[in-house]
């Protein structure tokens, strides 16, 4: 069994919640409880011109929407960013310049689209 320590270099692969909603990875369950944020996230993407517009449109959703929708930004475009840094608005432009020049956060809608489909499609 791997040591705890041992984890430290891939922490960001893993989702840690206390008696929280969350984005679950891998609940075949996920397309019936979450469907509504992901068919709301895909309306976003689809009118969304960058990764940082859609997440500037994401920051204009009142909660509990926003939360799930940053919660499924993060899982898809930019996962170097955890859910509580992206939900202080104020430091949104500061985000978008720390990691979306040419970080993560730059992708194409097409790539995007490509694991939405992946994902959530062809399950």
Do not use: H
Request: some cysteine; overall charge neutral.
């Amino acid at each position: 069994m791997a040591s705890f320590a041992e984890y430290k270099t891939r922490n960001s692969q893993y989702i840690t919640f206390i008696d929280s909603e969350f984005y679950p990875d891998y609940l075949d369950e996920a397309k019936m409880i979450y469907g509504s944020v992901i068919e709301q996230f895909a309306n976003l993407v689809n009118i969304a011109n960058t990764s940082a517009d859609l997440l500037l449109r994401i920051t204009e959703i009142p909660n509990p929407s926003r939360t799930q929708l940053l919660r499924v930004f993060r899982k898809y475009v930019s996962p170097d960013t955890s859910v509580e840094m992206l939900k202080v608005k104020k430091r949104i432009p500061n985000i978008i310049e720390d990691y979306g020049k040419g970080r993560v956060m730059v992708c194409t809608l097409k790539m995007l689209d490509e694991r939405f489909t992946k994902d959530w499609l062809e399950n």
